[in-house]
């Protein structure tokens, strides 16, 4: 034992990169056990939810809640995909859904950063790295929405993406990060089936000790030349962040989880806020690849082009706010400073932007 200690003292890099690995995979963990108590909470909700209105603005916001909910726009696109596939729903009613879950899915990188609310550095770092996914997202639809409802360009754009993919059967990925977290999931929910709350519970806890101790390592990694692999070859420049974000994504099949996994890591200082935003976007894209793979295998016109209006509605996002990506990260970086004053600030954020204003707009215009 003692010559173990002793190695891991002169080695204390590879110690902490053997606890970052460790505490990797309980974040992991904890954010796919997060998601399936909440699956257990609302699925069937989210479906009943997203059959309950055909105005467009409405759609809107159910996108919003229902992924919110289930956290997963993964989820919440391969449900509207298979609703429409049925003739459930229409293409009109569809697309602004897939905007909505686009804003939806940003609420649990932004809850990744809450464990860091303590430490008013880190968390300052920790939360504008998480928030400036959820201000692209609502800058694109406060511009793509309008247009899309008088133009229906995303329908238009992505028929003739369809046309390109007639008789294109899908397939499915193996996702590495599920395969290694689904065994524990599984005995989780059915364990916990009929008490989904603790298993929320048991997950909230498992993210908030995992982001503890994942910061530390990253710390000692960073002092000792971490920062400059990360800068020098992932994030070397915008254009290779893009494709990490996307590679990763469609690696994992899940932008929450890809989007959450950086927000520690600017908030140990080893990514800044502009390599992570163009990653950020990249994710949105890679995030696209299931609801587009749900589509091709049901081999229905209508539910292929709702997958692609999803990649469409981000890559046209991508094309506004990348000149302009001052705008997103500068707003993230505002409203960072300004959650500081308070703690009940981020926390209203998550529960005002994400549940009460989108049942509020459901509830009174539907």
């Known amino acids: 034992m003692k010559i173990i200690q002793n190695y891991f003292k002169e080695n204390p890099n590879l110690w902490a990169s053997i606890r970052l690995i460790f505490f990797l995979y309980v ?17 069937d909700f989210s479906e009943t939810l997203i059959q309950t209105t055909s105005n467009p603005f409405v759609g809107l916001f159910i996108g919003i809640l229902a992924t919110s909910i289930v956290q997963s726009s993964s989820s919440t696109t391969s449900i509207v995909v298979g609703m429409v596939a049925g003739g459930a729903l229409t293409i009109d009613t569809a697309i602004p859904i897939i905007m909505g879950a686009n804003i939806g899915t940003s609420i649990t990188n932004t809850i990744a950063s809450l464990p860091q609310i303590n430490r008013s550095a880190e ?4 939360f504008a790295a998480a928030t400036v996914h959820d201000f692209f997202n609502f800058l694109s639809v406060l ?10 360009f995303l329908g238009k754009i992505s028929y003739q993406l369809e046309k390109m993919f007639e008789d294109v059967g899908g397939m499915d990925f193996l996702s590495p990060v599920k395969a290694i977290t ?38 000692q990694l960073v002092v000792t030349k971490a920062k400059n692999w990360f800068d020098k070859i992932l994030f070397k420049n915008s254009a290779r962040a893009f494709v990490v974000g996307i590679l990763l994504t469609v690696l994992v099949q899940s932008s929450s989880i890809t989007t959450s996994l950086v927000v520690p890591m600017a908030g140990a200082g080893l990514l800044t806020l502009m390599q992570i935003f163009p990653y950020t976007l990249g994710s949105n894209i890679g995030t696209t690849i299931t609801a587009i793979l749900a589509a091709l295998i049901t081999g229905e016109v209508a539910a292929v082009v709702v997958a692609f209006s999803h990649l469409m509605f981000n890559i046209c996002g991508i094309i506004i706010w990348w000149p302009w990506k001052w705008v997103p990260v500068r707003l993230a ?16 954020y998550v529960l005002i932007m994400f549940f ?11």
């Not at 511009?143 to 229906?152: A, G, S, V």
């Not at 009460?356 to 539907?366: A, C, D, R």
């Open 356 to 366: 009460i204003v989108p049942l509020l707009v459901i509830f009174i215009f539907n």
């Open 333 to 348: 970086q505002k409203f960072a400073e300004y959650s500081l004053k308070s703690k009940l600030v981020p926390i209203g």
């Open 143 to 152: 511009i793509l929405f309008p247009l899309q409802l008088t133009t229906n």
């Open 182 to 219: 689904k065994p524990v999931v599984k005995l989780a929910a059915d364990s916990l089936e009929s008490v989904p709350w603790l298993m929320l519970i048991i997950a909230i806890l498992l993210l908030f000790f995992a982001l503890k101790y994942m910061v530390g390592a990253l710390k």
């Open 27 to 43: 974040f992991l963990l904890s954010l796919d056990l997060m998601g399936g108590a909440l699956k257990l909470f609302g699925k």
């Open 123 to 126: 968390f300052q770092r920790a």
